[in-house]
């Protein structure tokens, strides 16, 4: 006799594997992640901060917390300013979701989590050039490839998939830029992105029927 629960529950890691493979070979196609490392990329520079810490130590900060984890979007964020952005749900499990908050609703992002070959730093520069303290190291990511706008909780209910604002589609906030790091400024200037490209993303991803690990 099939124990109705036990059932249950295989369809329902199927069905997370499915949608695992999904978001995973959906990030490979927009070419948010490679299966095979970058070939034929120009370096960043070193910013002036890095040049000012060569051959300086790196220390390694002392902490207990576990679980670290990098985000990846399909797109570009540029916050008005501090405070919440949003709401982070599964993270438990190997499918995150992540609720961007804008004043005209929500947007629901889909991610999957990945292992890289690589390994990922944040590393803080001293002011006075003495020495460069790692702060994090990530062994793993969480890459947002797919995503839709869902509007407000109590107006949608069931988070189904609603078209996009037209002042969202547009972009109204236009004067900022995404230059800094630890690579040197870019001097392509300020960069006019609006949630247009977030949205060609989603419907494209409707247009593709299979998805496979090969």
């Given at each position: 006799m099939v124990n109705p629960s036990t059932s249950k529950s295989k369809k329902n890691e199927e069905d997370k594997n499915v949608e695992r493979t999904r978001l995973k070979n959906l990030a490979i196609r927009r070419k948010i992640v490679a299966e095979n490392p970058a070939r034929g990329f120009a370096p960043l520079g070193p910013s002036k901060q890095v040049i000012k810490h060569h051959g300086k130590d790196i220390l390694r900060k002392s902490s207990q917390r576990k679980n670290r984890f990098l985000f990846s979007f399909p797109g570009l964020l540029a916050p008005k300013g501090g405070g919440r952005i949003g709401e982070l749900k599964n993270l438990g499990t190997q499918n995150p979701i992540l609720y961007l908050d804008f004043p005209q609703g929500r947007m629901k992002l889909f991610g999957t989590i990945l292992y890289p070959e690589n390994r990922y730093l944040t590393l803080q520069f001293s002011r006075g050039g003495k020495n460069v303290m790692?702060?994090?190291?990530?062994?793993?990511?969480?890459?947002?490839?797919?995503?839709?706008?869902?509007?407000?909780?109590?107006?949608?209910?069931?988070?189904?998939?609603?078209?996009?604002?037209?002042?969202?589609?547009?972009?109204?906030?236009?004067?900022?830029?995404?230059?800094?790091?630890?690579?040197?400024?870019?001097?392509?200037?300020?960069?006019?992105?609006?949630?247009?490209?977030?949205?060609?993303?989603s419907t494209e991803a409707e247009c593709e029927d299979e998805f496979s690990d090969d």
């Open positions: 790692c702060e994090d190291y990530f062994d793993n990511m969480i890459v947002f490839s797919d995503g839709w706008w869902i509007g407000k909780r109590d107006e949608n209910p069931d988070e189904a998939r609603l078209d996009f604002p037209k002042e969202l589609s547009e972009g109204q906030n236009v004067e900022y830029d995404f230059k800094g790091g630890a690579g040197e400024a870019s001097k392509q200037g300020v960069h006019k992105t609006g949630m247009k490209e977030l949205e060609e993303i």
